[in-house]
């Protein structure tokens, strides 16, 4: 009887693990060719997940961390690309002028090349945080699971309001492009 138990609840914790890992890919481009994130972005309308990141300082920043504000999540591969540095600097440029309202600028990147990034370039009104040691790519959908650049975050904007709801998201269709910048902004105003 014990046995029936223990083999019925492996059963179901099985099935549940595997349920909660088999999203569908999600297919966008880089400079043309198909890549895979690890599925599509979560909905709007819905409450953002919750995620744990690390700034600059090493120090843990959750979603909690920025409550009651809107939250500009600028996501993408690496601060060393053109792509990616344009829009750490174009957010910082409008994060200035939002009331109420943090950016945060995620990638692997390690926190100290982030750190680094932000001093070279005088980057002051965004939040540099890293994915170097959390699941936010794949509870957000935004890792790479193939290509050359397999585990690094795709290009995305995804936009939170002060209640924790999303109320916008871009999957930028081609890594090699930037993302939608007013629309993002429009959805904070």
């Avoid at 193939?146 to 995804?158: E, F, Q, T």
Wanted: net charge negative.
């Amino acid at each position: 009887m014990f046995s029936k138990a223990v083999f019925s609840t492996l059963l179901f914790c099985s099935a549940f693990i595997f349920a909660q890992n088999t999203k569908k890919a999600n297919t966008i481009l880089m400079r043309g060719t198909p890549v895979h994130t690890y599925s599509a972005l979560p909905a709007v309308d819905k409450p953002a997940p919750k995620f744990t990141l690390t700034d600059v300082d090493m120090k843990e920043q959750t979603l909690d961390s920025y409550k009651g504000k809107y939250v500009i999540l600028n996501i993408f591969p690496s601060v060393d690309t053109g792509v990616c540095s344009a829009s750490v600097h174009h957010f910082n440029e409008d994060a200035g002028n939002l009331p109420n309202t943090v950016v945060l600028c995620i990638s692997k990147d390690l926190p100290f090349a982030q750190k680094r990034f932000c001093g070279a370039e005088g980057i002051k009104n965004v939040v540099m945080l890293s994915d170097f040691r959390s699941d936010f790519g794949w509870n957000y959908g935004v890792e790479l699971i193939d290509s050359p650049m397999k585990g690094l975050l795709s290009r995305a904007v995804v936009v939170i309001d002060p209640s924790g709801k999303i109320v916008y998201e871009e999957q930028v269709a081609d890594i090699s492009q930037e993302p939608n910048y007013e629309a993002a902004i429009a959805a904070v105003k």
